[in-house]
């Protein structure tokens, strides 16, 4: 069966279309699909138009991208990457909905996690997915048994992540990273991964400022020796703003 975005049937009018070689100033002519073409100087041309937003959902995506270049393969995953990042925080939104102080908290976990994921590395769908979700199990935990304690809303949350990771057609091993860290993001084992370590840190941020850490130096560096690792989310909790 032909994928329907390549039937000239079900085109658009610039969905074939003309550029200038960078090289020779020649006109030359792709397809929408086209992921590259070689001008008749023989310099090769990416295609600046082309999108696989539609291999996100479509069964047979991997193998539609499967001859794109290597930068431009890492262009697509990292574009479909960032798309799920928002529906994820999109969904974290609608499950709490008026609950603007749960909305607000995963937020900002989200913001510091990004922050340390710039400098210290990790896997950033992984990890947001985790930040945006973390405390997702908190109102079905207080629904089952009358309250949230840590172990109650990891149980609870690490089941409505998976649900809606799957939804959104997550890749099963980033699912099962990231249901694993919601099922124990309070309590760290002995030996950690780089992505939970920095949710970990980046929730602690957030809890820190919430409750007044700042305004107490000793408290900051007891909190910093207790549960900090990495070197950037050390120096955020030491900046944390007034």
Not at 17 to 43: L, M, N, Q, T
Not at 164 to 185: A, F, P, S, T
């Amino acid at each position: 069966m032909r994928c329907p975005g390549q039937d000239p049937m079900f085109w658009k009018p610039d969905d074939v279309f003309e550029i200038s070689c960078p090289k020779c100033g020649y006109g030359v002519e792709f397809f929408k699909f086209d992921a590259k073409r070689k001008c008749r100087c023989g310099h090769v041309i990416v295609n600046p138009k082309i999108d696989f937003g539609c291999a996100e959902w479509c069964p047979y995506g991997d193998s539609c991208i499967e001859g794109l270049p290597e930068e431009m393969k890492a262009k697509t995953k990292e574009e479909k990457n960032n798309r799920l990042r928002e529906r994820i925080a999109y969904e974290m939104r609608k499950y709490f909905g008026q609950d603007m102080d749960r909305v607000n908290h995963a937020s900002k976990v989200a913001q510091y996690a990004e922050e340390i994921l710039k400098i210290e590395g990790g896997h950033p769908l992984v990890v947001l997915g985790a930040a945006y979700l973390h405390e997702i199990g908190i109102k079905e935990a207080e629904k089952k048994y009358g309250g949230a304690s840590p172990e109650y809303q990891e149980k609870e949350g690490k089941t409505i992540a998976e649900d809606i990771l799957m939804k959104l057609n997550v890749q099963r091993g980033i699912v099962y990273e990231i249901c694993d860290i919601i099922g124990h993001h309070h309590h760290p084992r002995a030996k950690e991964t780089l992505n939970f370590q920095i949710l970990y840190e980046a929730d602690w941020l957030v809890n820190m400022q919430e409750n007044g850490f700042f305004k107490d130096p000793k408290k900051v560096e007891e909190t910093i020796e207790k549960y900090f690792r990495t070197v950037t989310g050390t120096r955020m909790a030491r900046e944390l703003p007034l």
